[in-house]
């Protein structure tokens, strides 16, 4: 190589170090290249700005549930690492030990974690936890005592009676969308618009706050006002829930309207879920024991003996019977489907219309049914609500099974036990629906419980479609409500079926139902489902015999209990009954509703309440065949 060479060698390699990435840079903006382009930095941004989701309050205005305003705060071990934090007057750097006991003390975490995530340089932005507390906040933001400490503003969802009323509020998903009840129903209107801010930002991605050029400020989502009561609510979960512990149930629910409106009071179902809890609930469980499940709507089944009501009701209404009218108890005559259990349905070889709802007579009622005929009480149960959806504003509502005999003629056991309950399936607030149209001299009026919803802006902008109508449909005429609500009190008087269902000061117009569960297509022995609907006070008795009219009638109550195992408590007078008694009890007092029997001593205790409905069962037990005698030494030793 001669010297020439050796001169320019060195030259030209300075050339190739420093040509190339300018000869690669040249390539990428002419779209000569496959590589990253690189790009010049960004002095405009656009940031979401995120709504307050609205809150639901209940009749009275008391909050269930709101957005409240916290904090999230995150751990960025290796800006810790770097930062001086020196306090006030002093000269020497915290220790970053020192810095992550102020942080566990501040979010009350344990300190020996928190110090482990100041060690883990290699996870950024480690998740430390949500709080309001305005202290934490103020402590956690002074960076002469902390560092590395990444703040943002967020809203935390409090359910403020936790599981109570589960069912009826629902649960939020991390995306901030309903996943059940109210929250869903509505999550449009509970989550408001988003806003948007536009301005710029300085190389390091700080807001200029002085070169702002546009902010759409958020729009809040909507508040919920439901008709619900907190303390009615109270009672009615609390009685529930001891109610299934008490007799054994699996499962439970209730539901309390307003005669007068149709609005819901109260619902509970039990299983009921922790509303922050939703997302983890299996969801392979039995819908026995699915607590996602809302039983009063969204769940049917075979009502038994409480739609005798309704039966009798359409019945005299027709003017087809009188509350007098008599019917023979013999079951083998023809047009009459008999099962094993009707057997302990006998009294007398004679008995009246009035008598066979006090006594619960399958066979009298069984027989009413079938020679009122398909059609007419076809007609009727869909007056009553039955075979529809009530339209309450809650996801889920079931609508159940009403065959229609004008398509299909229904078979001889649809025939005779339609009107008994059995053969069709409905939801429990159909049911109580129906006992309001009955309660409410004949007129039925939609169940709501929603009351309104008020915007940001404070106006309602409740859908028209879901507001309660005050006028209501006529389903009976008044008088046949009056009588029908007369029959009924008989139901909790001596030699009725709900003696334990009983109100000191209060006349109740209820009827029991006991019906066999299906299992598989056929009816399981051994378990039921207990139901109890009663009037409260049942409009047809003076508090004082001086008065023009008997007190109002003021709420339907409807308790139901779903066993999974033979039990001595599956008639729904012993059980759902003194859980109805105790729910009544309570919502009279909440609702300061005055007695219509003032002067009412009850003169039976519980004993007798239990020694009473014990031999009914046995009386029943052995007429059927199927029972299979397990309590009998138990019965005979409580005669």
């Not at 020996?112 to 995530?117: D, E, L, P, Q, R």
């Amino acid at each position: 190589m001669n010297s020439a060479w050796r001169f320019w060698l060195p030259f030209f390699g300075l050339f190739l170090f420093a040509g190339c990435p300018a000869v690669r840079v040249v390539r990428t903006h002419l779209n000569l290249d496959d590589g990253t382009r690189v790009e010049a930095p960004r002095y405009d941004y656009e940031k979401i700005l995120h709504p307050v989701r609205g809150g639901v309050y209940d009749c009275r205005g008391k909050p269930l549930v709101k957005a409240t305003p916290t904090w999230e705060y995150r751990l960025d071990p290796v800006a810790l690492r770097e930062a001086k934090v020196r306090a006030k007057g002093q000269k020497e750097p915290r220790s970053p030990k020192a810095i992550a006991m102020t942080i566990a003390g501040a979010l009350h975490l344990n300190p020996s974690n928190v110090c482990a995530m100041c060690e883990n340089l290699g996870n950024r932005y480690q998740f430390l936890g949500v709080s309001d507390d305005a202290r934490a906040h103020r402590i956690l933001t002074n960076t002469h005592a902390v560092a590395g400490i990444i703040v943002r503003d967020s809203y935390e969802r409090r359910y403020f009676e936790g599981r109570r009323f589960a069912h009826v509020l629902g649960s939020v998903n991390a995306e901030n969308d309903g996943s059940a009840g109210v929250e869903q129903r509505f999550n449009r209107d509970l989550r408001g618009l988003p806003g948007v801010e536009r301005g710029k930002q300085d190389g390091r991605r700080r807001a200029l706050l002085d070169k702002q050029v546009e902010l759409t400020p958020a729009v809040p989502g909507a508040n919920i006002y439901l008709t619900v009561d907190r303390r009615v609510q109270e009672e009615a979960e609390t009685a529930l829930a001891d109610g299934i512990a008490t007799y054994g149930a699996a499962a439970g629910w209730c539901v309390i309207l307003d005669v007068r409106t149709g609005e819901v009071l109260a619902l509970a179902s039990h299983p009921d879920f922790d509303p922050l809890e939703y997302g983890k609930i299996p969801t392979d469980l039995p819908i026995v024991s699915d607590p996602r499940v809302n039983r009063v709507t969204s769940f049917t089944y075979e009502p038994g003996s409480v739609m005798k009501v309704i039966t009798a009701a359409s019945a005299i209404d027709a003017r087809f019977v009188t509350p007098d009218s008599i019917y023979s108890t013999d079951r083998h005559e023809d047009g009459y489907y008999k099962l094993p259990g009707d057997g302990g349905h006998v009294w007398d070889p004679t008995i009246t219309v009035r008598h066979a709802i006090v006594h619960s007579s399958n066979i009298v009622i069984g027989k009413l049914g079938y020679a009122f005929g398909p059609l007419r009480l076809y007609a009727y149960m869909r007056k009553f609500g039955f075979g529809q959806k009530t339209g309450i504003e809650l996801p889920g509502e079931e609508v159940g099974i009403l065959r229609d005999p004008n398509v299909r003629m229904w078979d001889k056991a649809t025939w005779s036990r339609a009107a008994i309950g059995q053969g069709v399936s409905v939801t429990a607030l159909q049911m109580a629906s129906a006992y309001q149209a009955i309660a409410n001299d004949g007129v039925r009026i939609s169940p709501r419980i929603v009351r309104k919803v008020e915007n940001a802006s404070g106006e309602d902008i409740l859908d028209p479609s879901l507001r309660a109508d005050p006028e209501g449909v006529r389903v009976i005429r008044p008088e046949t409500a009056r009588q029908v609500r007369e029959m009924m009190l008989g139901v909790t008087a001596k030699g009725g079926t709900a003696l334990r269902a009983r109100v000191p000061g209060y006349s109740v117009a209820g009827k029991t139902g006991t019906a066999q569960k299906v299992k598989n297509g056929k009816y399981a022995p051994g378990l039921y489902r207990a139901t109890f609907c009663g009037i409260v006070p049942s409009g047809v008795v003076k508090a004082d015999p001086a008065d023009a009219a008997p007190a109002e009638a003021r709420v339907v109550i409807l308790v139901s209990l779903d066993f999974e195992e033979k039990t001595r408590y599956h008639q729904g007078g012993n059980s759902a009954g003194p859980i109805f008694r105790r729910i009544a009890l309570g919502t009279m007092r909440c609702l300061e509703v005055a007695p219509d029997r003032p002067d009412e001593v009850s003169d039976l205790e519980d004993d007798d309440f239990d020694k009473l409905m014990l031999l009914r069962t046995k009386k029943a037990a052995e007429a059927d065949p199927e029972w299979d005698g397990e309590d009998e030494e138990w019965l005979k030793s409580h005669r």
